[in-house]
Nanobody
Framework: QVHVVESGGGSVQPGGSLTLSCAAS????????MGWHRQAPGEERELVAS???????FYIDRVKGRFTISRQEDKNTIRLQMNNLKPNGTAVYYC???????????WGQGTQVTVSS
């Protein structure tokens, strides 16, 4: 059984920083593709950043230069370092882990990030 658990959300002022962590267990591979998505109130869920099995990374334009996704050792554990946060970064952030062998995505329960003065 696959479990995906996020942690690290919270409230921060504009310009502040937060780090989100995600640990996935039960996947076939130890280095599965993973990503962070977010959903703001009234909006659709969107991809923010992703990392491949070989640790190639992708970011949407709005977070390039401010967010960094990284993998911890040879595990299905990733982090999202978010710097210079803006109010439009307020959303529930979800971690996604992909098991390529069964072609399935697994999601965490989400963690709230609020950017407000």
């Amino acid at each position: 059984q696959v479990h995906v658990v996020e942690s690290g959300g919270g409230s921060v002022q504009p310009g502040g920083s937060l780090t989100l962590s995600c640990a996935a267990s039960g996947l076939t591979d130890n280095r599965s593709p993973m990503g962070w998505h977010r959903q703001a109130p009234g909006e659709e869920r969107e991809l923010v950043a992703s990392i491949t099995s070989s640790d190639s990374t992708f970011y949407i334009d709005r977070v390039k230069g401010r967010f960094t996704i990284s993998r911890q050792e040879d595990k299905n554990t990733i982090r999202l370092q978010m710097n210079n946060l803006k109010p439009n970064g307020t959303a529930v952030y979800y971690c996604r882990a992909t098991d390529l062998h069964v072609r399935s995505d697994y999601w965490g329960q989400g963690t709230q990030v609020t950017v407000s003065s």
